[in-house]
């Protein structure tokens, strides 16, 4: 698909529990894909909406793509306002709830009808099209298939148009598998004034011919470390044009394993809006007879004998050619490969793997960001402890599952990052936040510590969460709007005089504490030793907020005060908030809150308010 219909761009809009039902289905064949359910309506999605109307627009305004599981009016209504140019606007799609009718809106030809055709196809519905060569041949020139480009969509009106008017259309296919246009019901010619051009050559684009550029060339690249990223694509660029050579018949960017998180890699393959593959040694050596420039200085720098020439060549397999030997700048190089047909990249090589490690909250699905769910949708596996997956529900469906026990904390984020580093995406699950108490921290941990290669080549980003302390302090009222710290007082990790220290810090410092991990089956101290710390600062009044499975069917708060706690009130499930010795208790319509003032009212007085 293009751009605009990647699956990470595309948003399902559901205001029925029936709409959210088909939504879910959608995401199988859509993964990365987002749901946007109404509130009251809808239970759970990615996220959760109040106005229909305004949403849409603003997703509209976005670029998003957008299918409304809903009444076609609704979209029209919500949209019209904003209807300026059609070369620009997203693609909109209404799909009614039993699945059966598929009707692009906006953007047939940006991606709206091909959109609507995969949806058919698994729905068994019908994708109402009725643009006019869709209907007619079945095609659409200006949006071909995935890793086609279009260098001069503005000839396609016409082009098409003439095919509709039975006036002679040429098809010239230079380079690729056309198969597409073949096998459509288009009448083109073996001659006329207007033609269809396919090659990978660049092309005159003010013409009567519409040109297209099919997926068969194949950059393989190098470069020193930290090269810049301006080189490389300057050395790209001149390589190219010097061998008349179109940009938009490249179809990835491809160099060995070592060059994985090479910055400048990864800029060239943004620069030209393609996939970036990687290969082992080993498998680039294989091309070694193949090479025009084989070298013994690189193969005793990196195991084989040609890293640019041999990625090219890889990538395009046996039929393929070098058609560009290596060039090169002061610090990279860059050589040409060209595929008998179209090259997929899924085929060549692997993807830089990545790691997101996610926080998913309480376990509410209202409390999981966005960012994350798209994270997890996006993933190919995803690795955690069983009761947080299946917190997950129909969001990891289909997904690789990789579970182990609460206590395994080291084995799955060992797991996480060798899945990775095999050049999957993989999403981390914690629970709350998970760079407070969970298992961000180890990653990077593990990753100084074992120093291995294969790891650190991989990209990682951290998706914060709803922490525990957030959720119980919403709960509650606002007890944490002064100072306040957090303090775990498990020492299976810290040692108990390190916890000591810091409670007593704690206490001098009149901070609002959270405990986490207050009481376990073995641990039944701490909690006790915790409290008589604080009571040495604080009154026995000062209150204390007891919050157990937050954002879960057993959701359980209770309102103590520090002189009661006892370990009896807590357990691994529970956060204990305590206040400092300004955190007050109030009744506030008909429920108990608290709050810890930060000097408002002071403030307030002094000014006369």
Known sequence: MSNLNTSENIVFIVLTEQGLGLAKLMLQALPGAEIHGRRGRVENGDLIFDNTMDHIRDLFGDGRTIVGICAAGILIRAVAPLLKDKKTEAPVVALSEDGKNIIPLLGGHRGANRLARSIADLTGGNAALTTAGDVAFGLALDDPPAGWSVANPDRAKDVMAALLADQPVKLDVEAGDASWLHDSDAPFSDGGERAVRVTDQCADEN???????????????????????????????????????????????????????????????????????????????????????????????????????????????????????????????????????????????????????????????????????????????????????????????????????????????????????????????????AGIYALATLVFELIDHDSRDDWNRISINVEPGVSAIQAAASRIGAPIGHDFCTISLSDLLTPWTEIARRLRAAADGDFVVAFYNPVSKRRRSQLEIARDTLLTKRPPETPVMLARNLGREEEAIRFITLGELTPDHADMLTIVLVGNSQSRLIEQAGRARVYTPRGYAAKLSATGS
């Open 207 to 433: 013409g009567a011919t519409f040109v297209l550029h099919p997926p068969v060339l194949a950059l393989g690249v190098g470069c020193e470390r930290n090269a810049e990223s301006e080189e490389l694509i300057a050395l790209v660029e001149q390589t190219l044009n010097e061998q008349g050579l179109a940009k938009g018949a490249v179809a990835c960017v491809t160099s060995i394993d070592v060059k994985m998180d090479e910055v400048a890699v990864h800029a060239l393959a943004n620069h030209l809006g393609v996939p970036a593959r990687f290969y082992s040694a080993e498998e680039l050596e294989k091309q070694s007879l193949r090479l025009i420039n084989p070298s013994d200085i690189v193969f005793a720098e990196v195991g084989c004998h040609g890293v640019s020439e041999g990625a090219a060549l890889a990538s395009v397999g046996e039929g393929g050619e070098l058609i560009v030997a290596k060039t090169k700048s002061k610090r990279a190089t860059v050589a040409i490969g060209k595929a008998v047909g179209n090259i997929d990249p899924e085929d060549c090589g692997r993807p830089r793997g990545h790691l997101s490690v996610v926080g998913i909250g309480p376990g509410k699905p209202d409390w999981r960001t966005p960012a994350v769910s798209k994270a997890i949708a996006r993933a190919s596996d995803v690795v955690g402890y069983n009761l947080y997956l299946d917190l997950l529900g129909d969001l990891i469906a289909g997904k690789n599952r990789h579970m182990s026990e609460l206590a395994q904390e080291e084995d799955r984020v060992r797991k996480a990052l060798d899945l990775a580093a095999e050049g999957r995406d993989v999403a981390l699950v914690c629970s709350g936040d």
